[in-house]
């Protein structure tokens, strides 16, 4: 089977100025209506250039999604990336894909937001979740130690505080 990524945009027009979602997709094989979610958000703030906030976001999720189409084409489950417009406007692009899509957020079964700007990842955390550890954990040990050694892990964490668009997921159920 080859692989495909489909992207469509999605728009919504809130108040007077309209903003727009770039989703992109790769069907999972054996559990499609399962989802792991891969986003960033497209806009920045109006004195900001959009590199660190979040054109960085952007191109680590887009990376991941060409990296995954290479080296694993069939994933058991749909993988789907999202880039969410408005985020600095009140996470209006990720709330509306989650009120617009509820059979999607019922099939979570994993999350991965990007919005820390530039610079190594020095922190994870569980986020308040009992099992976190047991799958970041898992996935780490996978990760050479040169680049985990700076890494500072806090499980289960404290709940997000919001503030990015992973909050539009967690407020749905996810």
Sequence with gaps: QKPTVNINIQSKELGKVPTYNSIGRIEGVEKPD????LSAHLDTTGGGTGATDNGTGTIVMMEAMRILKKIYPNPKRTIIVGHWGSEEQGLNGSRAFVEDHPEIVKNIQASFNQDNGTGRVVRLSGQGFLHAYDY?????????????KHIETTFPGSP???GSDYASFVAAGA
């Design 34 to 37: 399962e989802y792991i979610i």
């Design 160 to 162: 997000g505080r919001g």
């Design 136 to 148: 970041l954990g898992r996935w780490l040990e996978a990760v050479p130690k040169e680049i985990t």
